[in-house]
C-alpha cells in the first residue's frame, strides 16, 4: 500500500526547504519512517549536513585556520573543491611572504615575491609587497 505524504509532512518539508534556501541549515528534521517522506527526509538531511560542514570550514578559514580537510563528495562538489583551492591559495600565498621576510632577515634584501605564481587579489597582494619593499629599500641602496 503506497503512503502519501500528510499535510503535516508537506508543512515541514516545505519549511525545511525554505530554510535551506535562506542559509539555515540547523534545523533537523527526523523522521523514522520507510517510507517516500522518510527517504526524502534522509536525503535532506545528508545535504544539511554537507552544507553544516562547509558553513563550518568556511568559518574557520575565515578565522585563519588553514589546517583543514575539506572533504569532496564527489566530482560535481564544486562548492568542497573551491574551498580546497582558497586554502591552496592562501598557504601558498602565505608561503611567498614567508618567503621573503626570511630572505630580508638574512640580509637579502632584494628578495622580491614571484607575483606571477598567483592571479586576482592574490597577485596584488605579492605585487603591493614588492612595492613596499622598493620603496622602502630603494633609498638605502
Do not use: C
Not at 515541514?12 to 534556501?21: D, T, V
Not at 554537507?50 to 580537510?69: M, V, Y
Amino acid at each position: 500500500m503506497k503512503h502519501f505524504i500528510t499535510i503535516i509532512e508537506r508543512r515541514l518539508l516545505k519549511k525545511l526547504i525554505a530554510n535551506f534556501s535562506e542559509g539555515d541549515f540547523a534545523e533537523v528534521l527526523a523522521v523514522n519512517s520507510r517510507d517516500e517522506f522518510g527517504e526524502l527526509s534522509n536525503l535532506l538531511e545528508q545535504m544539511r549536513q554537507g552544507q553544516q560542514n562547509k558553513i563550518e570550514a568556511a568559518n574557520e578559514i575565515s578565522n585563519g585556520n588553514l589546517d583543514l580537510q575539506i572533504k569532496v563528495l564527489w566530482e560535481k562538489d564544486m562548492l568542497s573543491k573551491s574551498f580546497q583551492v582558497v586554502m591552496e591559495n592562501l598557504n601558498n600565498l602565505i608561503f611567498e611572504i614567508k618567503l621573503i621576510t626570511d630572505e630580508i632577515i638574512n640580509g637579502e634584501v632584494s628578495t622580491r615575491g614571484n607575483p606571477d605564481k598567483f592571479y586576482g587579489a592574490f597577485k596584488e597582494i605579492i605585487i603591493g609587497a614588492n612595492t613596499t619593499l622598493d620603496a622602502l629599500f630603494t633609498p638605502i641602496k
